[in-house]
């Protein structure tokens, strides 16, 4: 019997720390709404943060590892984009990862399409090893089809970005001059 109820205790300990802790939507949530906060009070021009935001998804959609901040950031500084939006937008792909496995597979395969006209069966990226990804020859012959079919994501999402933050901006602009 007190083993029973160590066990029941235990249960409701649980039950309870789960239902202190936050769950993932809310801290989802939370996160976009303090980033959002931060886009919005941005000092700059509507358009600017709009560009900013466009060239951070834009890089955000690229096989580019390691390169995706650092393009963004000088993509926006080149463009004359506020410079913190590319880096919240480049960002914002993390929340997204468990769903980059399946991204990159229709990046590959709209990529291979465009290049070489056919799309594969499999995937030619599943007989490399994991060392040879770091080698060029194995970005030249893997990469170009995902950089290439990547446009395919990346266009559309930066300019829905664009048009719809630089809206969002300019009536935030506006109904805070009013005030």
Not at 37 to 47: E, F, K, N, S
Not at 103 to 128: A, C, D, K, N
Request: aromatic content about 12%; proline content about 6%; glycine content about 8%.
């Amino acid at each position: 019997m007190p083993e029973e109820r160590l066990d029941d205790t235990k249960r409701e300990e649980t039950s309870a720390e789960v239902a202190a802790t936050p769950g993932r939507w809310a801290r989802l949530k939370r996160w976009l709404a303090a980033h959002h906060l931060t886009l919005m009070t941005l000092p700059d021009t509507p358009h600017s943060i709009a560009l900013g935001s466009a060239i951070g998804m834009f890089f955000g959609f690229t096989p580019l590892f390691g390169l995706k901040t650092l393009l963004s950031i000088v993509g926006a500084w080149l463009c004359k984009g506020n410079k913190i939006a590319a880096f919240i937008s480049v960002t914002l792909h993390d929340i997204i990862l468990p769903f980059w496995p399946a991204i990159f597979l229709w990046e590959y395969r709209m990529g291979m399409w465009v290049l070489y006209g056919r799309v594969p069966q499999r995937p030619g990226f599943s007989h490399v090893a994991l060392v040879d990804y770091m080698e060029w020859t194995t970005f030249l012959t893997l990469g170009r089809p995902l950089l290439v079919g990547s446009l395919f994501f990346a266009l559309p999402a930066a300019i829905l970005v664009y048009f719809g933050l630089r809206g969002v901006l300019i009536r935030a602009h506006a109904k805070n001059a009013g005030k």
